[in-house]
């Protein structure tokens, strides 16, 4: 009678226990669990961007108490190149972990998120880990491995030396570089329209080097150099296209070179400068099926 009464006593236990395992977890954090552990950011690479945007903005403060709060982590993270890094939620934001797992599964803003940081430091694939002490941990997969970086860099330094010119104007100069990218690469209509994938159009590379593009191709290797220029700029992305947004004297333009860069029957490379740093407005006027992005995100554009 005894041995039955304790294992039905120990039944009651486990299952009182399983019932409320979350708050068993939470008291146990609380109490034996140091999730308010201080992070900091040690280190920073070459390609890291001291810039603040709405959307997103740099901190040192890796205890998040909301959801704005681990959008900057991430950036932050993002933007300083780290392929590996962990902060802890801290107990008085009792649902952070929540949070974490849903930004975790949104690719659309962890892809936006991407955007504001140098195309080197971007990342083609991240990870995101996370336990009930609130440890969680970021890792990145950076779309340019740094042999490709070097290669790039290289030729990046070749056409500045040529096109570069301290006598223009930055408007000037970059539509120097704007018309040197369109007229030594061309559409990779194989990749967007067989799926016949010969080059690294996606990305600089493949625009620089091989002399095929997409979008991305192009986006980056504006981008690259515009970080070069020291001119705070972006990447602005819809459903199904990006390129390049960028600020001078406070105010914010678009620059898109792959519309820039038509695609023409009989293969004349030609050179357009219809999307050459537009107001959102004449934007619009143009193209605004292709170019319908958000305005919560991208919000600096919302008034030019």
């Not at 539509?175 to 967007?192: E, Q």
């Not at 490379?269 to 995100?297: A, P, Q, Y």
Request: net charge negative; charged share 25%; hydrophobic share 30%.
């Amino acid at each position: 009678m005894k041995k039955f009464f304790i294992t039905g006593l120990l039944c009651i236990l486990l299952g009182i226990t399983y019932m409320y395992k979350e708050d068993f977890v939470r008291v146990y954090n609380r109490y034996f669990v140091k999730t308010n552990t201080v992070v900091t950011l040690s280190t920073k690479n070459n390609y890291y961007r001291n810039y603040n945007f709405n959307f997103v903005q740099n901190t040192d403060d890796f205890s998040p108490k909301n959801v704005q709060d681990l959008y900057n982590i991430y950036y932050t993270v993002i933007n300083a190149g780290k392929t590996n890094f962990t902060f802890y939620c801290p107990t008085s934001y009792t649902s952070c972990i929540n949070d974490v797992k849903y930004l975790a599964n949104d690719q659309v803003t962890l892809s936006n998120i991407n955007n504001f940081v140098h195309p080197y430091n971007g990342f083609k694939h991240i990870e995101t880990s996370y336990d009930n002490t609130g440890k969680v941990t970021i890792k990145a997969y950076h779309t340019y491995s740094n042999e490709d970086i070097e290669k790039i860099e290289e030729k990046i330094k070749q056409i500045e030396d040529k096109l570069k010119n301290d006598n223009l104007s930055q408007f000037e100069q970059i539509k120097k570089y704007h018309d040197y990218i369109i007229d030594n690469s061309v559409y990779d209509s194989d990749r967007s329209d067989n799926n016949i994938i010969k080059y690294k159009s996606d990305n600089a590379y493949g625009t620089l080097l091989q002399g095929y593009s997409l979008c991305g191709g192009y986006t980056d290797s504006m981008a690259i150099i515009l970080n070069d220029m020291g001119i705070t700029n972006y990447k602005v992305s819809s459903d199904n296209h990006i390129w390049n947004a960028l600020k001078i004297d406070d105010k914010w333009y678009h620059l898109d070179l792959t519309w820039d860069d038509p695609v023409t029957q009989d293969g004349t490379n030609l050179i357009e400068s219809d999307f050459f740093l537009i107001s959102t407005d004449k934007l619009f006027e143009i193209e605004k099926d292709e170019h319908n992005f958000s305005f919560e995100v991208f919000s600096e554009l919302s008034n030019n």
